[in-house]
């Protein structure tokens, strides 16, 4: 058993049962405690979000995303989850789905220590105004992969796929 007042040891534990066990409903049970007592808990909102995504449950994915994102706006699994939930249920919100995965990925760029420079952003900026300009058309709803320990280069493909590049 976990302690209900151990956030982070109940969180791992949560996310334990999905991934290994495929366990999801458990699992939820244990992000809900973790939220009880620890509403703020960055990881649980994150992860919580994902999970109710992947189950389809588009607006309570939504308002977890949402209260992670207050939390910290610069959350990157968060930017990038909230980002791809845009795609997958709220196509009408392309752009802002590509500024989220946009933000995400410079993030992703700085943390791991990767050299932006202006020709890397302006690349970047031409690629979207390029697309921008085009007729954009939905992307595949099941060829984003998730995880927890985000590379900038998973981001940049979601990004493309977003785009349509």
């Not at 495929?22 to 703020?40: D, R, Y």
């Not at 994150?46 to 979000?49: E, K, L, V």
């Not at 690629?127 to 085009?134: D, G, M």
């Given at each position: 058993k976990?302690h209900?007042?151990?956030?982070d040891?109940?969180?791992?534990?949560?996310?334990?049962?999905?991934e290994?066990?495929?366990?999801?409903?458990?699992?939820?049970?244990?992000?809900?405690?973790?939220?009880?007592?620890?509403?703020?808990h960055?990881?649980?909102l994150?992860?919580?979000?994902h999970?109710?995504?992947t189950?389809?449950?588009?607006?309570r994915a939504?308002?977890?995303y949402?209260?992670?994102?207050q939390i910290?706006?610069?959350h990157?699994p968060s930017?990038?989850?909230?980002a791809?939930?845009?795609?997958?249920?709220?196509?009408?919100?392309?752009?802002?789905a590509?500024?989220?995965?946009?933000?995400?990925l410079?993030?992703?760029?700085v943390s791991?220590s990767?050299?932006i420079?202006?020709?890397?952003v302006?690349?970047?900026?031409s690629?979207?105004?390029?697309?921008?300009?085009?007729s954009p058309?939905?992307?595949?709803?099941?060829v984003?992969?998730?995880s927890?320990?985000?590379?900038s280069?998973?981001i940049?493909?979601?990004l493309?796929?977003a785009?349509?590049?």
């Open positions: 976990v209900p007042n151990h956030a040891a109940r969180f791992r534990y949560a996310r334990f049962l999905n290994a066990h495929n366990k999801p409903l458990e699992a939820e049970k244990h992000f809900q405690c973790v939220l009880a007592n620890n509403p703020g960055l990881p649980t994150w992860y919580y979000a999970l109710l995504r189950r389809l449950q588009d607006e939504e308002t977890y949402q209260k992670a994102l910290d706006s610069e990157i930017l990038h989850g909230y791809l939930h845009l795609i997958q249920f709220k196509p009408h919100h392309r752009l802002a590509e500024d989220f995965l946009l933000r995400s410079l993030l992703s760029m791991h990767q050299p420079n202006s020709a890397s302006s690349r970047t900026g690629a979207l105004s390029a697309n921008l300009a085009s058309q939905q992307a595949p709803l099941n984003f992969s998730y927890s320990d985000l590379s280069m998973t940049f493909r979601d493309c796929r785009m349509n590049l």
